[in-house]
């Protein structure tokens, strides 16, 4: 959703039906974990030291059969640097007083309601992830926010800029007195939004997600202000391919049903034209090369009937009736029915390129600071000419190099080369993110941002700092799942658990199947300082073998008339019994064709127990979603069908 505070707004298609994300964060899931729930919480021991009082002292790993049941992962494009301090100031917006967390040089700023409700170690968790977030979201688009936004302000809770209405998951928009400061608004401490994410509300949950759906998608709105209508039809293609994980959702195909309700004209383009996503990032940069040259014709900005002309030009087909048909006919009224013709159709020779992979050093890589490497990208000539004299230049962020132009070797049209710059890593701890760019022999650049996001961290010495280890439930039947995580592992070359192998020094989770009584060990080792902990998951055989029955669906609203202009809000709950403690593994399907994702439940007790997911609608419809049981039994899938008839 997007404010109409910035001056695109006068043609804005808002999120006022239904603000939906792809399935790797929508439907939004809860994961309610019982207060109650035995939690077996390991206790540090120092190098030579047994704990005090002892541990018990089951069965050892060996001995017993484990079986690891995966876990969605969700976050595997966005690997986890060290969470570091981000320094913060008081300043004043709208009359608020506001706690600002910003990096020194940055874009980004963090702003919160004094006084925060929310722990200043998950704030800068956020702002790392938030950082990683955001530059896949440039590495989809191929473009960052416009150089006139110099300061981009992520308000975390409500303030006065940030009020939120019914149904609203985040909004992008402008202060009112200066168009170029931007905002975005976030309200992570609503509850009816706290729990509905797919990590833990945690700093390590939150450095992996960096608000992910909803940040994702309010920053590709911010990605198009100062260029172009900031419509849902770019802005959700952008959102669905940043997060999409593994091509599990296909959504760099634009004939996906995902896009057929929220971004009509993309998909209706694809249906009768075949437009791509790479036509469609192509014509991002197309709206640059007109706005750079001072060519906007609609309020400064490119129009529709500008960017009719680049759909039609990449296409070698007229558009005009499928923005029409789209419901675009009221936009070209207000601007005008402009006629508009490209200036460089009939050019002979077009600099146009993708970027391919990274060769070396990809998104995320973690470097000891002042590390030596070469960072190679595999980019392909997309245009119509050979590259000749072209140089990959540094643009933006930090060049970790003084190196700051390649020459880039020549390369015929459809061809791809790899280019290669030597860096090194800085030496100060945290995230640092650099972007580059073609620039041809007439000094004009081209091409998509490539871009560059790396994480340092100072030199290992001192002995390793571990903030919990932990087994939910710690007792379970045969048959039940156990819930594995550990936090943050500070000072640290490498972590394992015995009988796993190596795992994530920033904390993570798994779920285990056990057939015995089991003590897990995490070893973490600095140098030659090693700290260990333990956590047991007892297998009890006075509980009966876990199963799970009764399970249903439901809507809530399951019919709805009225008015929907802000969305309404349908609840869906899935219901289930189990017969002891353990571990449930879910999916929510929505019948939009969005695929489903997967979410758990800690269950610390047999009983009745209920897992929700919210979706906003704004328009009638026939619908539901299901719900479908993964893990620990697999197979049984509920439907929950509702009816909604909007009226004016």
Known sequence: MISKGFPV???????????NLPSATAPAVSMPV??????????????NETPAGGLAQPAPTATASITRVDLPDLFSRFPPPPIFAIPKATIQIAGSSLDAYQLPGDRIRLVCQQPCALDERLIDSLYVGYKVTSQQDVRTAGIDLVDKIKTLDIHLTRDATCTRREGELGLTGSYPDDQWGVFICLYLNEPDLQNDVLVPFTPEGAIRAGGLGVFAHEYAHALLLGRFASSHD?????????????????????????????????????????????????SLLDIDTLSESGLGNFNGLIGYNQYKAILSDILGSDVSQVFTDSGYAKIFVEEGHTTYVLPYANDPC???????????????????????????????????????????????????????SVPVPSTAAGESVDISVPMTAPADEGVHIG????????????GPLINLTLYTRPGCSLPPKLSFFQAEPATIGQGALSLLSWGQVNNVDKVEIAGIGPVDPNGNRMLLRLDKTTTFTLQATCGTNTVKSEATITVDPALPPFAVSNVQAVA???????????????????????????????????ADGSIPASAFSILDKAGTHTVTSTWFLGSSTQSGLEFKLVAPLEGQVVPAGLTLTCTP
């Open 234 to 282: 770019f802005v959700f293609p952008i959102e669905y391919v940043t997060l999409d994980q593994q091509n599990r959702g296909n959504y760099r195909d634009l004939c996906n049903s995902a896009y057929q309700g929220g971004a009509p004209l993309t998909y209706t383009l694809c249906k009768s034209k075949g437009l791509t996503f790479d036509q469609l990032i192509q």
């Open 9 to 19: 707004g006068i043609f804005l298609i808002l999120c006022l039906t239904s603000c």
């Open 34 to 47: 019982a207060t109650n729930s035995p939690v077996a919480t390991a206790q540090a021991v120092a190098p």
């Open 350 to 404: 077009r600099y146009r390129a993708s970027l391919v992979s990274d060769v070396t050093v990809p998104l995320g890589t973690m470097l000891d600071a002042n590390t030596t490497f070469d960072k190679t990208w595999k980019i392909k000539n997309t245009g119509s000419c050979n590259w000749d004299g072209v140089q990959l230049v540094y643009t933006r962020g930090e060049a970790m190099t003084s190196t700051k």
């Open 556 to 590: 809530d609203p399951a019919n709805y008339t009225g008015a929907c202009s802000a969305g309404v809000k349908i609840v869906f709950s899935g219901i289930f019994d189990s017969n002891g403690p353990g571990v449930v593994l879910y999916q929510w399907s929505r």
């Open 435 to 446: 972007e580059w760019r073609l620039r041809n022999a007439t000094g004009k650049d081209f």
